[in-house]
Protein backbone atom coordinates (compact mmCIF):
# COMPACT_ATOMS: atom_id res chain seq x y z
CA UNK A 1 0.00 0.00 0.00
CA UNK A 2 1.17 3.38 -0.98
CA UNK A 3 0.92 6.57 1.77
CA UNK A 4 0.57 9.37 0.56
CA UNK A 5 2.25 12.74 1.72
CA UNK A 6 0.31 15.62 3.72
CA UNK A 7 0.77 18.99 3.42
CA UNK A 8 2.22 19.35 -0.31
CA UNK A 9 1.79 22.13 -2.54
CA UNK A 10 -1.97 21.52 -4.59
CA UNK A 11 -0.01 21.39 -7.95
CA UNK A 12 1.73 18.44 -6.76
CA UNK A 13 -1.56 16.40 -5.49
CA UNK A 14 -1.77 14.68 -8.67
CA UNK A 15 2.23 13.31 -8.71
CA UNK A 16 1.87 12.89 -4.95
CA UNK A 17 2.45 8.71 -5.16
CA UNK A 18 5.49 9.22 -6.92
CA UNK A 19 7.32 10.34 -3.75
CA UNK A 20 9.88 8.25 -2.36
CA UNK A 21 12.58 6.09 -3.84
CA UNK A 22 11.92 2.85 -6.03
CA UNK A 23 14.40 0.34 -6.96
CA UNK A 24 14.48 -2.96 -8.89
CA UNK A 25 15.17 -4.55 -12.02
CA UNK A 26 14.33 -3.90 -15.64
CA UNK A 27 15.13 -5.23 -18.72
CA UNK A 28 16.74 -3.75 -22.23
CA UNK A 29 15.74 -5.22 -25.72
CA UNK A 30 16.99 -3.12 -28.77
CA UNK A 31 18.22 -3.89 -31.88
CA UNK A 32 19.97 -1.09 -34.40
CA UNK A 33 20.88 -2.41 -37.70
CA UNK A 34 23.24 -5.22 -36.91
CA UNK A 35 23.82 -5.01 -33.25
CA UNK A 36 21.67 -6.47 -30.68
CA UNK A 37 21.46 -4.68 -27.20
CA UNK A 38 19.93 -6.67 -24.30
CA UNK A 39 20.74 -7.99 -20.97
CA UNK A 40 19.43 -6.72 -17.46
CA UNK A 41 20.11 -4.23 -15.42
CA UNK A 42 19.52 -2.64 -11.67
CA UNK A 43 17.66 0.56 -11.28
CA UNK A 44 17.08 3.42 -8.71
CA UNK A 45 14.70 6.39 -8.82
CA UNK A 46 14.03 9.48 -6.31
CA UNK A 47 11.29 11.44 -6.34
CA UNK A 48 11.20 14.37 -3.58
CA UNK A 49 10.48 17.84 -3.12
CA UNK A 50 11.58 20.61 -1.27
CA UNK A 51 8.16 22.81 -1.23
CA UNK A 52 8.04 24.15 -4.68
CA UNK A 53 5.21 23.06 -7.10
CA UNK A 54 7.56 20.66 -8.56
CA UNK A 55 9.08 17.33 -7.59
CA UNK A 56 12.85 16.60 -7.94
CA UNK A 57 13.92 14.06 -9.90
CA UNK A 58 16.99 11.71 -9.95
CA UNK A 59 17.46 8.31 -11.58
CA UNK A 60 20.79 5.50 -11.85
CA UNK A 61 20.71 2.41 -13.67
CA UNK A 62 23.68 -0.26 -14.04
CA UNK A 63 24.06 -3.01 -16.98
CA UNK A 64 24.04 -6.40 -15.35
CA UNK A 65 25.16 -8.07 -18.19
CA UNK A 66 23.17 -10.02 -20.89
CA UNK A 67 24.09 -13.44 -19.18
CA UNK A 68 24.75 -11.98 -15.59
CA UNK A 69 28.46 -13.03 -16.18
CA UNK A 70 29.85 -9.25 -16.96
CA UNK A 71 30.95 -6.84 -15.22
CA UNK A 72 28.44 -4.10 -13.62
CA UNK A 73 28.86 -1.31 -16.32
CA UNK A 74 26.79 2.60 -14.61
CA UNK A 75 24.39 3.13 -17.94
CA UNK A 76 22.49 5.79 -17.02
CA UNK A 77 22.43 8.78 -14.19
CA UNK A 78 20.10 11.45 -15.14
CA UNK A 79 17.98 14.33 -13.09
CA UNK A 80 15.35 16.91 -13.72
CA UNK A 81 11.62 18.51 -12.43
CA UNK A 82 8.05 17.25 -12.79
CA UNK A 83 5.33 19.13 -12.65
CA UNK A 84 2.48 20.18 -13.91
CA UNK A 85 2.28 21.94 -17.11
CA UNK A 86 0.61 25.63 -16.41
CA UNK A 87 0.59 29.44 -17.75
CA UNK A 88 2.77 31.12 -15.62
CA UNK A 89 1.53 34.23 -14.27
CA UNK A 90 3.21 37.49 -12.84
CA UNK A 91 3.27 36.10 -9.53
CA UNK A 92 5.37 33.66 -10.44
CA UNK A 93 9.25 33.91 -10.34
CA UNK A 94 11.68 33.64 -13.41
CA UNK A 95 12.75 33.81 -15.89
CA UNK A 96 16.12 33.03 -14.63
CA UNK A 97 16.48 34.91 -11.20
CA UNK A 98 13.67 37.41 -11.76
CA UNK A 99 11.68 38.00 -8.98
CA UNK A 100 7.54 38.26 -9.37
CA UNK A 101 6.12 41.19 -10.05
CA UNK A 102 2.78 40.45 -8.63
CA UNK A 103 1.92 38.98 -4.73
CA UNK A 104 2.37 35.81 -4.74
CA UNK A 105 -1.17 34.11 -3.52
CA UNK A 106 -0.96 29.78 -2.41
CA UNK A 107 -2.22 27.92 -5.47
CA UNK A 108 -5.42 25.75 -4.66
CA UNK A 109 -6.93 22.51 -5.43
CA UNK A 110 -9.74 24.27 -7.60
CA UNK A 111 -6.42 26.07 -8.97
CA UNK A 112 -5.48 22.41 -10.13
CA UNK A 113 -8.77 20.91 -10.99
CA UNK A 114 -8.92 23.65 -13.49
CA UNK A 115 -5.91 22.28 -15.49
CA UNK A 116 -7.73 18.91 -15.72
CA UNK A 117 -8.92 17.34 -19.04
CA UNK A 118 -10.79 13.87 -20.05
CA UNK A 119 -7.24 12.40 -20.31
CA UNK A 120 -5.41 14.10 -16.84
CA UNK A 121 -3.45 17.10 -15.81
CA UNK A 122 -1.01 18.38 -18.17
CA UNK A 123 2.30 17.41 -17.16
CA UNK A 124 6.20 18.80 -17.92
CA UNK A 125 9.10 17.23 -17.03
CA UNK A 126 12.55 18.65 -18.08
CA UNK A 127 15.83 16.00 -18.02
CA UNK A 128 19.21 16.08 -18.00
CA UNK A 129 22.01 13.31 -18.25
CA UNK A 130 24.99 12.74 -17.08
CA UNK A 131 26.43 12.60 -20.69
CA UNK A 132 25.04 16.32 -21.20
CA UNK A 133 21.38 14.94 -23.10
CA UNK A 134 19.10 17.55 -22.29
CA UNK A 135 15.53 16.12 -22.83
CA UNK A 136 11.92 18.24 -22.62
CA UNK A 137 9.05 16.05 -22.50
CA UNK A 138 5.15 17.00 -22.30
CA UNK A 139 2.35 14.50 -21.71
CA UNK A 140 -0.57 13.53 -19.36
CA UNK A 141 -1.08 12.65 -15.88
CA UNK A 142 -4.05 10.41 -15.14
CA UNK A 143 -4.36 8.86 -11.62
CA UNK A 144 -1.74 6.26 -11.23
CA UNK A 145 -0.58 6.69 -15.06
CA UNK A 146 1.53 9.04 -16.64
CA UNK A 147 2.47 9.45 -20.34
CA UNK A 148 5.05 11.76 -21.99
CA UNK A 149 6.92 12.38 -25.14
CA UNK A 150 9.72 14.15 -26.02
CA UNK A 151 9.10 17.77 -27.22
CA UNK A 152 12.80 18.38 -27.60
CA UNK A 153 16.06 16.75 -27.55
CA UNK A 154 19.28 18.86 -27.45
CA UNK A 155 23.08 16.92 -27.49
CA UNK A 156 26.34 17.43 -27.47
CA UNK A 157 27.87 17.54 -30.62
CA UNK A 158 30.15 14.37 -29.87
CA UNK A 159 26.76 12.17 -28.45
CA UNK A 160 25.40 9.54 -30.09
CA UNK A 161 22.70 9.76 -32.52
CA UNK A 162 19.26 10.07 -30.30
CA UNK A 163 16.24 12.49 -31.15
CA UNK A 164 13.08 11.28 -29.50
CA UNK A 165 11.33 9.27 -26.99
CA UNK A 166 8.01 8.26 -24.88
CA UNK A 167 8.08 7.49 -21.32
CA UNK A 168 5.16 5.47 -19.28
CA UNK A 169 4.59 4.87 -15.81
CA UNK A 170 2.15 3.36 -13.97
CA UNK A 171 1.37 2.34 -10.22
CA UNK A 172 0.70 -1.49 -10.13
CA UNK A 173 -0.02 -3.54 -7.34
CA UNK A 174 2.69 -1.15 -4.85
CA UNK A 175 4.93 -1.45 -7.71
CA UNK A 176 6.61 1.19 -10.46
CA UNK A 177 6.47 0.26 -13.90
CA UNK A 178 7.58 1.83 -16.72
CA UNK A 179 8.87 1.48 -20.41
CA UNK A 180 10.87 4.09 -22.74
CA UNK A 181 10.85 3.95 -26.35
CA UNK A 182 13.84 5.32 -28.09
CA UNK A 183 14.76 7.12 -31.26
CA UNK A 184 18.42 6.44 -31.90
CA UNK A 185 21.25 5.26 -33.93
CA UNK A 186 19.01 5.36 -37.19
CA UNK A 187 16.08 3.68 -35.59
CA UNK A 188 12.47 4.87 -35.65
CA UNK A 189 10.83 4.88 -32.41
CA UNK A 190 10.49 1.67 -30.94
CA UNK A 191 10.81 0.04 -27.15
CA UNK A 192 14.32 -0.23 -25.74
CA UNK A 193 13.70 -0.99 -22.21
CA UNK A 194 11.41 -1.44 -19.27
CA UNK A 195 11.28 -1.77 -15.23
CA UNK A 196 9.63 -2.89 -12.20
CA UNK A 197 10.20 -0.61 -9.40
CA UNK A 198 9.49 -1.03 -5.17
CA UNK A 199 9.45 1.26 -3.11
CA UNK A 200 11.99 1.35 -0.31
Not at 126 to 139: N, P
Not at 153 to 167: D, L
Amino acid sequence: MIELPTGLPADLAPLSWLLGVWEGTGVIEYTAGERRYQGEFSHRVSFSHDSGPFLNYAASATFLGAEGTDEPVALLAETGFWRLERPRTDADPGPALLPPTAAPTPRTVDDVEALRTDDGFPLQVSVTHSDGTLELYLGRIAGPRIDIATDAVVRPAGAKAYSAATRMYGLVDSHLLWAWDITALGETLKSHASARLAKV
